[in-house]
């Protein structure tokens, strides 16, 4: 079965600069989290859905942080204008109805804001 | 304000050592989960305890749960290099909402 899926893995891009990164959730699994982690800050939830509803977006930084969920089966967070301390790893995460206290997650995207 | 605790943050031991890590915290939860993070990956669920006090075991891996559902702990006996990374707690309240992670334990085992 494929786990959770996520576009690109790898994205280098200067400051000012708009980024969309895509998560793909497991089928069937109708939650969704976008979490940053650095090495200070270690892993931060940033926004979830439920139901392709935004449930809660308290974590995210600033204004320049978007993120939507137009289906079950995909969601992008988007950072416009993209700054140098938004370098960071990007996981996306989905769970299941049934099973409330597990998360899958995807192998993340590495950000780099130069 | 970290509401999960770990400890240590960083570990470094000999192929073949023990080790314990813990997670701690004032909350009370309705389970708690550990997960193995390796470079360049993400996080992976290891075990969820669910009842105060339970044990559950995953090979050379020894999980505990707080008799009053606040902390855990993580034991390794004989630790090997495919043990190391970056090892999270995570805790869960009752109802739909996010876990809410630890910062981490960052374990290196050396051959």
């Known amino acids: 079965d494929a786990g959770v899926i996520q576009s690109p893995r790898h994205e280098v891009t200067e400051m000012g600069q708009e980024v969309t990164l895509r998560c793909k959730p497991i089928s069937g699994h109708n939650s969704l989290f976008w979490y940053r982690q650095t090495m200070m800050r270690g892993l931060e939830l940033l926004i979830y859905?439920?139901?392709?509803?935004?449930?809660?977006d308290s974590g995210m930084p600033e204004d320049r942080f978007s993120a939507k969920m137009p289906n079950a089966s995909f969601s992008t967070l988007k950072i416009q204008p993209s700054e140098p301390r938004d370098s960071a790893v990007y996981f996306c995460?989905?769970?299941?109805?049934?099973?409330?206290?597990?998360?899958?997650f995807g192998p993340g995207t590495r950000l780099t804001v130069l | 304000t970290q509401l999960l605790e770990q400890s240590p943050q960083f570990l470094s031991i000999q192929e073949g050592e023990n080790l314990t890590v813990y997670c701690n915290s004032s909350?009370?939860?309705?389970?708690l989960q550990w997960y193995r993070q390796e470079p360049g990956e993400g996080p992976v669920l290891l075990v969820t305890?669910?009842?105060?006090?339970e044990v559950k075991k995953l090979k050379r891996l020894t999980f505990q749960f707080g008799d009053a559902r606040k902390d855990s702990s993580l034991h390794i006996t004989a630790a090997q290099p495919g043990d190391t990374g970056l090892y999270l707690c995570?805790?869960?309240?009752?109802?739909?909402?996010?876990?809410?992670f630890g910062k981490g334990t960052r374990l290196s085992v050396i051959a």
């Open positions: 859905f439920n139901n392709n509803v935004p449930i809660d």
């Open positions: 995460a989905s769970r299941p109805p049934s099973i409330t206290d597990t998360q899958y």
């Open positions: 995570a805790g869960a309240f009752s109802g739909n909402t996010p876990l809410v």
């Open positions: 909350s009370v939860f309705s389970s």
């Open positions: 305890v669910v009842t105060g006090g």
